[in-house]
């Protein structure tokens, strides 16, 4: 049974960090791709980064780039996404997903999501 569990958020100032962990199980860790997504109230769901197990390779939403970095550990199956320079804009629910590639936004299981808050 494949499985996401996020972990990491909370509320947080303008201007500070967050780091956000998703655990997945259940499938060969590094022949998937892990992305990051946010969901703001009344806004749909968006791709905030992504890393390709096989060989790390990130990708980044502009609206984070430069300020949000992602890695992996893969003896943990686990994928990290730091958070910095964090504004009220990226105030959302964080959900990471398993897809088969960082070139699609196609994801094939979920996690639960974890509250990022962000205050002016």
């Known amino acids: 049974e494949v499985q996401l569990v996020e972990s990491g958020g909370g509320l947080v100032q303008a201007g500070g960090s967050l780091r956000l962990s998703c655990a997945a199980s259940?499938?060969?860790?590094?022949?998937?791709?892990i992305h990051w997504f946010r969901q703001a109230p009344g806004k749909e769901r968006e791709g905030v980064s992504c890393i390709s197990s096989s060989d790390g390779s990130t990708y980044n939403a502009d609206s984070v780039k430069g300020r949000f970095t992602m890695s992996s550990d893969n003896a943990k199956n686990t994928v990290y996404l730091q958070m910095n320079s964090l504004k009220p804009e990226d105030t959302a629910v964080y959900y990471c997903?398993?897809?088969?590639?960082?070139?699609?936004?196609?994801?094939?299981?979920w996690g639960q999501g974890t509250q990022v808050t962000v205050s002016s």
């Open positions: 997903g398993v897809g088969s590639s960082c070139l699609d936004s196609i994801v094939g299981y």
């Open positions: 259940g499938f060969t860790f590094d022949d998937y791709a």
